[in-house]
């Protein structure tokens, strides 16, 4: 007996699939050229509505519940998608964009990797930190230079000796963790 697709929309149905998950809804469309099918495994009138889409080669056991519906509803509802806040989406996107452009400017280009820690451990403390070519610059009045070592801290503008006793402090210590630190990779 032949029936079509058509007549068979809108039954419910439990569907077993090869791992016994059971999965009980409303037959809601079968997509011959990827043979999959459609269940709506939302009750009437819920909202939104769920759906999960079954390959039929991982269907091991396939069961009609209850009698054939009175009139396809499927026909004549057609789904409307949800709403969505446009206005939102792109505020979220635009966060997003300036946030990654600030972590690249807080990322120095072609310094070592013990550069890059200094850097973040000064920016830690001290937000106005920036790279300028392989320099780390603090306030506009500190400069570390490579190798960023205690003794590669400079002043920039004299008068700026409270700013320096810090940074002499943070990189000495970031020195002593990266010191410890390598002692214990690998494992």
Not at 111 to 134: C, L, N, P, R, Y
Not at 153 to 173: D, F, Y
């Amino acid at each position: 007996m032949s029936v079509s697709l058509e007549q068979t929309l809108g039954f419910r149905i439990k569907v077993t699939n090869v791992l016994d998950v059971v999965t009980e809804g409303r037959l809601y469309s079968f997509n011959s050229s990827n043979n999959t099918l459609t269940i709506q495994t939302t009750k009437k009138n819920q909202s939104p509505q769920n759906f999960k889409v079954i390959k039929c080669t991982f269907i091991k056991h396939l069961e009609v519940i209850g009698d054939k519906p009175s009139f396809n509803s499927f026909k004549k509802q057609q789904i409307k998608p949800s709403y969505v806040n446009v206005e939102r989406v792109e505020k979220l996107l635009k966060e997003s964009v300036i946030a990654s452009k600030k972590k690249e400017l807080l990322r120095g280009k072609g310094v070592s990797a013990e550069g890059q820690f200094i850097f973040d451990q000064i920016f830690k403390t001290i937000g106005d930190t920036k790279w300028v070519a392989k320099d780390i610059i603090i306030l506009d009045d500190v400069k570390v230079q490579p190798p960023y070592k205690v003794e590669d801290i400079k002043v920039l503008h004299e008068g700026s000796n409270q700013s320096i006793t810090l940074i002499q402090r943070i990189v000495e210590r970031s020195w002593e963790q990266l010191e410890q630190d390598d002692g214990r990779k690998g494992g």
